[in-house]
């Protein structure tokens, strides 16, 4: 009996995919591609294709079980759900009266990309008890809150109009690794003429596939732009009437931008000065040119600016007009759900609060951990999430994660590095076992997708534990009791032109269907004719505050750090990997265990390829072997993230070197302005 069903990828990936999944005699035996879905076009990556090792594992955790170890130990003992439920009732409700309701703090992110069991029965409770909010800035907030500056909406243009374009700026976007089904549209525009540029401190597989690779400084991206538009707006190459109707503030822009001589911009951003004058030619006279900037220019002490600056180019230039041209970072902001219906922010009134709950930053997990006072936080819920990997500052935060007066409670799928610190761990689901739906960042269909499979043991999915425990903890408010696809209705009903016609029926039945954001067959052009959603209705350029200063951890950073670890190390994504999802695996445990470093830097410090190194800065230090080439700009040194810490000799990944300084927007995080060094292993 073979039976072909359909779902979708979960993954935080911008490429969502339209899966269809093959079950003989009822048991999951393959998963591919839909062919029938314009941006997964019938493929996967490798990542996924094998899942199944994650579905079938081992190692899946089945039962709610209670730690019996040391915190990290991993050692555990199965127990029911009534006693795991049970504990975790009184233990927080004996936190609540002592500390308050704020020293419970909730961690997750995007384990799953389903709203179902990513962002809603989950919410309503920790708002109904008061907890600490949860500011989730580990990702995207820089980026998302220069857009919303500039653009003022989050969402650009659609991947399948890359073929049209004639100039593909990569910018801080490693494409075939991160986002492999915008690849073929690329190879399309190739054959038609257009030419891929990568803008990155790392020549990674696809910077290594262009036509052109630019080396920039990591962090330094805000001066490149701003250097770029020095040379557009000083020659006259922009497109006046576009800058005319649907913008503001050129004039004070054009001022501005004097400040960014090509010779200056060179000194800050390692480009050469008549690189900089090219691109900025060629970028504006070539007709369509279209940007893909990814969240890696971001992930840095200065990503706001660089992502304001470089998302004022298309309108410069007047790109958004044609089909092909414009800038995509993400598409998510056109997803646009009833997210109060979701996630019930009203109902924090109840919990006795009397004023909104405090904000921590995910960022920070290290010091809420260690530092935070009145109350401390007493008690943590890791759901869709592993910080123990994943946060930086991982010293910091592992040592929070070993108090023992912490409560924590860990719903996870594989035993990770978090999930050894758990006090109490719970079973949870795989999106072939739950239903939910998904927006993306990449593309423009929303989907949605039912269980394929029974869940193994006695795993549940993360709305059906937050509905347990809500009933425990006395939450008898209606919304606790509502079904999955109650959820789901309520996503879709908040009446936004983008959701028209797209009803639960119509989902059920399709799998996937294209968002309202043009009409059917026609290409969706965002801002050609203005519509920006900003207060005017114009871009703002924003000249007053657009500016450029090297991150304090950077080679023009602060001189004492600088000195002693005079590196800029970028942990940028592995291939093999999908943050840490995939930790178990010995193919991101290779990946990760290499540090690239360029020629002179190991020269200059006695080091050959192949070589065991350590890399350290006053955070922590981690050893690696080195690889040694031309692949990373000079000074630079890259590690692909991440691991898990437990898998690696010293217990240790990469983010016991990053920083957990603040981005300049957003309060985003920082990995990839990061000072170390690297010294030979004796021996
Ligand atoms: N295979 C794989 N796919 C993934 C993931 C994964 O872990 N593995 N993670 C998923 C997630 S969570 C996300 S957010 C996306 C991220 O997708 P991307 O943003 O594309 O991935 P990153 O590796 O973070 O960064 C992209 C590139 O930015 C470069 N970069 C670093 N610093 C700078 C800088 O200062 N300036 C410029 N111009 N470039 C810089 C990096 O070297 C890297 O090559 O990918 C998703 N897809
Ligand atoms: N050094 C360095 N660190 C980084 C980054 C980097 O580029 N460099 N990137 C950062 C970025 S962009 C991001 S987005 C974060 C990602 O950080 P996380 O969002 O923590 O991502 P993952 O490591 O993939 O962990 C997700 C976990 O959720 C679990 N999970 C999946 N589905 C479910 C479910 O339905 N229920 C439950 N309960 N659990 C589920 C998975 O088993 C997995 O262990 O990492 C950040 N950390
Ligand atoms: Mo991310």
Redesign the pocket.
Known sequence: MTEVRRSVC?L?CPDTCALLVTLENGRVTRLRGDPDHPVTRGFLCEKVTRYLDRQDSPHRLLYPQRRVGRKGEGRFERISWDEALDEIAQRLERIVREYGSEAVLPYS????MGLV?GASMDRRFFHRLGASRLERT??SAAGTAALAATLGHRYGTEPEQFRHAKLILLWGANVLGANIHLWPFLVEAVRRGGRIYTIDPVRNRTGQLAHRHYFVNPGSDAALALGLMHVIIGERLYDAEYVERYTEGFDELAERVRRYPPERVAELTGLAAEDIVGLAREYATTRPAVIRLN?GAQ?SERGGMAVRAISLLPALTGSWREVGGGLLLSTSGAFAFDRAALERPDLEELSGLGRPARAINMVQLGRALTELRDPPVMALFV?????A??A?NQNLVLQGLAREDLFTVV????P?DTADYADILLP???FLEHTDLYLAYGHYYLQLARPVAPPPGEAK??AEIFRLLAARMGFDEPCFRESDDEIIRAALSSGHPFLEGITPEALEQRGWMRLRVAADGEPFLPFAHGGFGTASGRLNFGAATLDYEPPVESRLGDVGLRSRYPLELV???SDSG????FGYRDAVDRETSLVWMHEADAAARGIRDGDRVRVFNDRGSIELAARVGRDVARGVVAVR??RWAKRSPDGRN??AL?SDRLADMGGG?T?YSCLVDVQKCAG
């Open positions: 979960p935080d992110y995007a384990g799953t069991q580990i990702c969240y992930r759901y869709n999430s592993n910080p990997a994943v930086p719903i996870e799928q594989l990770t949870a689901t795989t999915a993360n942990s940028l994504k999908l943050n840490s999802t993230s991440v990469v983010n990053t995080a990995f």
